[in-house]
């Protein structure tokens, strides 16, 4: 199957993308240019992407004492996807990008998302880089973000460290300042950094010319003390090779050294490293530390690291998103052509009938529909994201507050919902096809695997639910959750007619999520609110889901093609028989239920 049309759907029929033509900075474009990037994207995933996914989980990257060694497929399909422009994608004219929306982009990024995750399509390397448009200066801009863009350069986020993990008020490594006239550097304030980080994709390679590292690390006082708590965090441009003003490489060697490649379950083609900084491997000037530039003000490192994380987020949840799609296409496809067993009429099974095509018996249609209510939902659901971006950057004030205010509540659930239903998705797939499912023989195994690391990549599922149900619902004095309530109403009331038990049950579901959110907070202390935060993050992203879907089948009401006819099944589907999953959920956030708080470490 194509994921073509079911792109073009939702871009076109429901997103109505090409209003956004109307626009100043998109005038340029039209339905052709748009299916333009779409037509070569899609192509390119198909020739330098999709027949390498095997290749790529079986033929690790490995370090021969000097370098890490990839196939040459990923070197050719970083090449074609650099060449594309699409790191580049939403960028101005002047800097070399084609001033594409980002919903269109996100939609041309799918593709290669689904023909192979593990190979990567630069997703680091433009959250670097767009992180650096809006928090560095001039010639940063210039020297790093700009050679990103081109694929000259490639980019990486360093946050974790071996110690601290996602507990970042922990991060230990320290940036002091580089000697006399430090804060005067033309490429900013230069420090030396020392320090370890671990799970850094992309980390290490020969895949472009330089590794741009933006690292957070803390900056010690008067004293020599490093400030406790995040507060304290700053965030530096670190390059493997020293560049000077003009991004021209110096021939120096920056002190980063890789420890060691991290050997994962899946993402197997994507290098993931620890990385030493400054520990003397490469001394540099005649000295330890790795050198590095600071970005915006010290002390605001995560506030800037903030706009890269909530990008990776939303692209966490692309990724995790198409691998669902991958593995219901392959199951899809399994199920249409394997004959087992014959239907049941009313004297039995009659064992001297052919063997019908298993997509004949209810039980793998019910696996079937769900693969597509959870996948094609969460896709759904990021292009609408990628659409609020787009209003957030070029709509009036209001509007843009407004697409500001529902991803702030949106983020959480674009990341976490496809990371926990799409991996379900995948699970339903193998189990589609049997014991055959359970092998190397079929791509479905690999795309389980790959999808694991989505409910942790990015912050995990926990972290999400925290930010979820401890901040994003409460800011503005909950102004983004009323927002969002708005909408969802506003699609029941659309929909009353056409699809009226649905209607009332996303009202219903939407009530219980907001008596559930006052509930978890009447006069309790965080860590009572905050006990049962996955269990409210689930029931909330499937009402978010349901919302989406309902929004869809009406845009496909007066369709009677196949595929409109799949689409409201699949709402059917998710109103029947996923939603009624959120009053169990939403029971334990609305009592406080202390079950988990409560029990002592010795009873497990």
């Known amino acids: 199957m194509s994921l073509r049309p079911t792109v073009d759907f939702l871009l076109h029929d429901w997103l109505n993308v090409e209003s956004l033509q109307s626009r100043e900075r998109f005038a340029d474009h039209s339905r052709e240019t748009f299916d333009a990037v779409l037509d070569t994207c899609e192509r390119i995933a198909r020739e330098k992407y999709a027949p390498f996914n095997r290749l790529v989980d079986t033929q690790e990257p490995h370090f021969d004492g000097e370098k890490v060694i990839l196939p040459q497929a990923t070197h050719e399909a970083y090449k074609a996807y650099a060449e594309s422009g699409m790191l580049s994608a939403a960028q101005d004219y002047e800097i070399g990008g084609m001033q594409l929306p980002y919903t269109v982009e996100a939609a041309a990024n799918a593709f290669f998302a689904m023909a192979s995750v593990s190979i990567g ?9 767009n992180l650096l448009m809006v928090h560095g200066t001039d010639v940063q801009k210039k020297v790093f973000a700009a050679n990103e863009f081109s694929g000259r350069f490639s980019g990486t986020m360093c946050l974790s460290e071996p110690q601290a993990g996602s507990s970042l008020s922990d991060v230990m490594t320290r940036a002091t300042p580089d000697g006399e006239g430090f804060e005067a550097d033309a490429l900013g304030p230069r420090y030396r950094l020392k320090g370890n980080k671990m799970w850094i994709s992309s980390g290490e390679h020969e895949l472009s010319e330089n590794i741009i590292h933006l690292v957070l690390a803390k900056i010690p006082d008067a004293n020599g003390q490093l400030v406790p708590g995040v507060k304290g965090i700053s965030l530096f441009i ?7 003003t003009n991004g021209q490489l110096t021939g120096e060697r920056n002190d980063v050294a890789l420890a060691g490649l991290n050997h994962k379950c899946g993402w197997r083609g994507t290098t993931n490293t620890l990385l030493n900084f400054g520990e003397g491997k490469y001394p540099v000037r005649g000295d330890t530390g790795a050198i590095g530039y600071l970005v915006g003000k010290p002390g605001e490192g995560l506030r800037c690291m903030f706009h890269m994380m909530n990008e990776a987020r939303i692209g966490v949840g692309m990724a995790a998103t198409m691998l669902g799609m991958a593995g219901y296409y392959a199951s899809l496809d399994y199920a249409k052509n394997r004959p087992q067993g014959r239907p049941t009429g009313a004297g039995g099974k009659d064992a001297s009938q052919p063997q019908v095509r298993i997509i004949e018996h209810a039980d793998i249609k019910r696996m079937l529909l769900a693969q597509k209510a959870y996948s094609e939902g969460a896709l759904a659901l990021a292009l609408y ?3 609020l971006v787009d209003e957030q950057h070029t709509g009036t004030a209001q509007d843009a507050d407004v697409a500001r205010l529902l991803l702030e509540v949106l983020t959480p659930i674009v990341k976490s919902f496809p990371s926990e239903w799409c991996l379900e998705a995948n699970s339903l797939a193998i189990q ?7 092998t190397r023989d079929f791509p479905v195994e690999q795309y389980w695997r790959d999808n694991r690391l989505n409910m942790i990549h990015e912050g995990t599922h926990g972290i999400q639910a925290m930010d979820l149900l401890g901040r994003k619902v409460l800011m503005e004095k909950g102004r983004g959750l009323q927002l969002l309530a708005e909408r969802m109403l506003a699609t029941a009331a659309k929909a009353e007619t056409a699809w009226g038990p649905e209607a009332a049950a996303l009202r219903d579901a939407l009530k219980q999520v907001g008596e559930a959110t006052q ?15 996955v269990p409210y993050l689930q029931a909330f992203g499937h009402t978010v889901i349901a919302w989406i879907w309902l929004d869809v089948a009406c845009s496909a009401a007066s369709d009677q ?4 006819q799949g689409r409201r099944a699949a709402c059917r589907y998710f109103f029947r028989y996923e939603l009624p999953k959120i009053g169990a959920w939403l029971n334990v956030v609305k009592s406080r239920d202390p079950t988990c708080a409560d029990l002592p470490k010795e009873a497990f």
Request: aromatic letters at 6%.
């Open 432 to 438: 589609i096809h049997g014991g055959y499912g359970y």
């Open 238 to 244: 670190v390059p493997k090779k020293l560049v000077d």
């Open 561 to 564: 093609s196949p595929a409109a």
């Open 121 to 129: 399509s630069g997703m680091l390397t433009s959250g670097n880089a």
């Open 519 to 533: 509930q978890a907070w009447a006069g309790a202390e965080p860590a009572q609110a905050l006990a049962n935060a």
């Open 385 to 387: 994201c990628a659409r």
